[in-house]
């Protein structure tokens, strides 16, 4: 079926993506979150040319027609927008076949376990390691996920060695029963990221998420190289052929691809295979609860080689409240794990989601 409508909604965080088709079928996807009026004025003034008349199902060629028809403009915000038109045509492939996305993907899975991923590096140690345990027992999580470092690139940290503070007292908390893993968000340099990973070493750490700015590809292979615990990254990282040469160099270990952030799940089912050919892990980046989450689930849920975890936030209330209400059914951790979708995402219901444009 062609796609005759382009429509999309938004809050100044969160932008939907209806695409019809000329049976009057819809699916909903999303771009990437923040500063959305950029990005659905690309949606319209760039892509929406591009995409409208073209066969729905014919996502990959959509997908790249999208990349390489704004090479001179091509970017991170290109790929947010293209993340809004790629998510849409996968639901609508789905509705048409009566499938959940992970199920279109060949996976059988009902549901799949999960991290909880703070967020928050102003939490004191003590409450952090707190609130650790209490999920544990709660919601079943045996494995977490710390923010470390302050900037990038600084070597800087919130105070004064809160980082060796907080890592260490959270993995005495949880013990030997849970998990523990760590994200500078490229906090560091080499020299910084080897000595604190040497105390990650003997702390039993699983793996250093983004040890050195993510554009510093050999940075971080250099320190790949040199610690034993696993090098994790890949959530800003939007060129295919930049994760060629990541996986290549073993720039890392586990690649995280953000779906929302290198323009769709096409392009990150991309990363996933390329990792797979080389032996590495992949977990999808999932840091919000906006739809990247049940995007990240099916595609987790389809992946040959998915590290053991996928990550969910355990930080609404200080990273995203403005997804509260957003979609349903909720996203629910029940003894460590999610549900795999079977069904179709309901209707947005996040006060004030106004209509941009139609195309």
């Known amino acids: 079926m062609r796609i005759d409508k382009i429509e999309t909604y938004s809050t100044p965080h969160l932008c939907v993506v209806r695409i019809t088709t000329e049976d009057g079928l819809s699916g909903i996807g999303q771009t990437a979150p923040d500063f959305t009026d950029i990005t659905c004025r690309i949606v319209h003034r760039q892509l929406a040319p591009l995409v409208l008349g073209m066969d729905a199902g014919q996502i990959e060629e959509i997908s790249d027609r999208c990349i390489e028809s704004t090479y001179k403009f091509y970017g991170s915000y290109i790929c947010r927008a293209a993340a809004g038109i790629d998510t849409a045509l996968w639901d609508l492939k789905a509705k048409?076949?009566?499938?959940?996305?992970?199920?279109?993907?060949?996976?059988?899975?009902?549901?799949?376990?999960?991290?909880?991923?703070?967020?928050?590096?102003?939490?004191?140690?003590?409450?952090?390691?707190?609130?650790?345990?209490?999920?544990?027992?709660?919601?079943?999580?045996?494995?977490?996920?710390?923010?470390?470092?302050?900037?990038?690139?600084?070597?800087?940290?919130?105070?004064?060695?809160?980082?060796?503070?907080?890592?260490?007292?959270?993995?005495?908390?949880?013990?030997?029963?849970?998990?523990?893993?760590?994200?500078?968000?490229?906090?560091?340099?080499?020299?910084?990221?080897?000595?604190?990973?040497?105390?990650?070493?003997?702390?039993?750490?699983?793996?250093?998420?983004?040890?050195?700015?993510?554009?510093?590809?050999?940075?971080?292979?250099?320190?790949?190289?040199?610690?034993?615990?696993?090098?994790?990254?890949?959530?800003q990282d939007f060129c295919l052929a930049q994760w060629g040469r990541i996986i290549e160099q073993r720039a890392l270990s586990i690649a995280q691809p953000d779906i929302l952030s290198i323009g769709g799940l096409t392009r990150a089912l991309r990363v996933a295979r390329m990792a797979e050919k080389a032996g590495l892990y992949c977990t999808p980046h999932n840091s919000t609860h906006s739809l990247l989450q049940v995007f990240s689930i099916h595609m987790y849920a389809a992946l040959a080689n998915a590290y053991p975890f996928l990550e969910i936030s355990i930080d609404q209330e200080y990273l995203d409240p403005w997804t509260k209400n957003f979609f349903y059914p909720a996203v629910e951790v029940k003894d460590g794990k999610v549900k795999v979708p079977r069904e179709p995402v309901g209707s947005a219901s996040q006060p004030g989601l106004a209509r941009q444009g139609t195309l």
């Open 96 to 235: 048409r076949a009566g499938k959940g996305v992970a199920q279109l993907l060949g996976s059988t899975a009902s549901s799949v376990d999960v991290y909880g991923s703070s967020m928050d590096k102003t939490i004191t140690p003590k409450l952090e390691a707190d609130r650790m345990k209490a999920l544990m027992q709660d919601k079943g999580f045996r494995a977490f996920k710390l923010h470390i470092g302050k900037g990038i690139g600084k070597n800087l940290d919130m105070y004064p060695g809160r980082t060796e503070e907080v890592v260490s007292l959270v993995r005495q908390a949880l013990g030997s029963d849970s998990e523990l893993y760590v994200d500078s968000k490229g906090a560091y340099d080499v020299n910084r990221a080897i000595e604190l990973g040497r105390l990650f070493e003997q702390l039993d750490i699983g793996f250093f998420e983004e040890p050195c700015p993510f554009w510093q590809m050999e940075k971080s292979a250099e320190v790949a190289r040199t610690l034993s615990i696993p090098v994790a990254g890949g959530e």
